[in-house]
């Protein structure tokens, strides 16, 4: 595998830290979280092979349009995001863009929508392999009676996502 450079800076939201990485082809990362560095560890943990390169005045307008997602979710800016992922996964992802703001489904109907033998569970799977926080709208996703599942920054951070998108 090539050595990438990657980009990276933080931003502040009122649902905490985000992380926002970039390369070349467009944002690897953005990633919720309590503090900078665990924040910054997790994206190592994605991207080991990456040269990391602090730029936050070269994200700076990326950043805000990513606050905007969480504070104004019906917002829809432009973002080039880089999808790095299974086939699968980018399959689900892209039904995930489909759900409007205020609106949710189940991970069964994601499984239906693709047809085949895909379960629940492995859109649950697609989802958590998700690391495009609110720009792929995971938190869209319910269990098949409405009640919330998991979420990889916390059931507390999508109960407020949901609840703001409501809203709004």
């Not at 970039?22 to 040269?51: C, N, Q, T, V, W």
């Amino acid at each position: 595998m090539t050595e990438s450079s990657i980009r990276f800076t933080f931003g502040e939201s009122s649902l905490g830290q985000v992380l926002v990485a970039a390369g070349d082809k467009g944002i690897s990362a953005i990633l919720f979280g309590k503090d900078r560095s665990s924040l910054r560890d997790e994206l190592m943990d994605y991207l080991p092979d990456a040269r990391l390169a602090s730029k936050p005045s070269d994200l700076g307008e990326v950043v805000e349009k990513v606050i905007g997602l969480i504070e104004a979710p019906k917002t829809r800016p432009d973002l080039r995001l880089d999808l790095q992922g299974s086939e699968f996964e980018r399959r689900v992802w892209a039904l995930l863009l489909e759900i409007p703001a205020g609106e949710t489904t189940s991970y069964g109907a994601i499984a239906k929508k693709l047809g085949g033998a895909a379960t629940a569970q492995e859109v649950a799977a697609a989802c958590a392999a998700n690391r495009h926080a609110v720009a792929i709208p995971c938190h869209r996703v319910l269990k098949a009676d409405g009640s919330i599942s998991g979420y990889r920054w916390g059931v507390a951070r999508k109960r407020a996502l949901l609840a703001r998108e409501a809203l709004r």
